[in-house]
Every structure is written in C-alpha cells, then in structure tokens.
C-alpha cells in the first residue's frame, strides 16, 4: 500500500528529475561556438557507436559519460536530452517498443 508520504516523496523526486531534464534541454539550443546540429550528432556516434537512442543508445551514451566524464553528476540526465535534441520522439517510440514486447511475453 502507497502511503501519502510515500507518494510525496516519489512526487517530488519526479518533480526534480523533469526540472533538471528541462534545464539541460534548454542548454542545447545555445550550443558553444563553432558546434552545430551536425557536430552533436558526431559527439553523439562518438558516445554510443553510432546506436539511436531508442535502440539502446541512451544506455550506451551513459555508461561512456560515467567512465570518461566522471564529473557529470546526473549522465542520464545529460544523455536522454541530448537524446531528446536529436532523435524528437524516441521516447514515445521507446516506451510502444517495450509495451509491444511486453505483450509478446
């Protein structure tokens, strides 16, 4: 049985982990000098082999950003939005994939 504490709790962590995904999102519309939508797409082949983020791509992207860049305190974070900045949708796709798979047994 869910307790109103606990779903406070789960509430607000949701609340804090959708803030900081907005936040990192809007980062990638003011990119540095010299990068374009072409330049993260290199970074983002470089992270993950070329994997689109609905095909484990984000899994790949952070696992590379936890070893190489350690300082990076949420890599899951960091990877879904710029998953979220080059493949628009993924997500959605993702989660029928899984719910398709899931009917399948």
């Known amino acids: ?21 907005v936040r990192m999102s809007e980062q990638w519309e003011n990119l540095p000098r010299g990068w374009s939508k072409e330049s993260l797409r290199q970074y983002w082949d470089t992270l993950t ?4 983020a ?3 791509g984000v899994g790949k992207c952070i696992k590379k950003i936890k070893d ?9 974070a960091f990877c879904a939005s710029l998953a979220d900045e080059l493949f628009p949708g993924w997500r ?9 798979k899931k009917k399948k047994g």
Request: glycine share 10%; hydrophobic share 35%.
């Open 1 to 21: 049985m869910v307790t109103v504490m606990g779903m406070k709790k789960l509430y607000e962590r949701a609340r804090r982990m959708v803030a900081k995904m």
């Open 49 to 52: 082999g070329r994997t689109s």
């Open 54 to 56: 609905g095909e484990g």
């Open 68 to 76: 190489v860049y350690p300082d990076i305190d949420d890599a899951g």
């Open 92 to 100: 959605k796709k993702a989660a029928e994939e899984r719910r398709r």
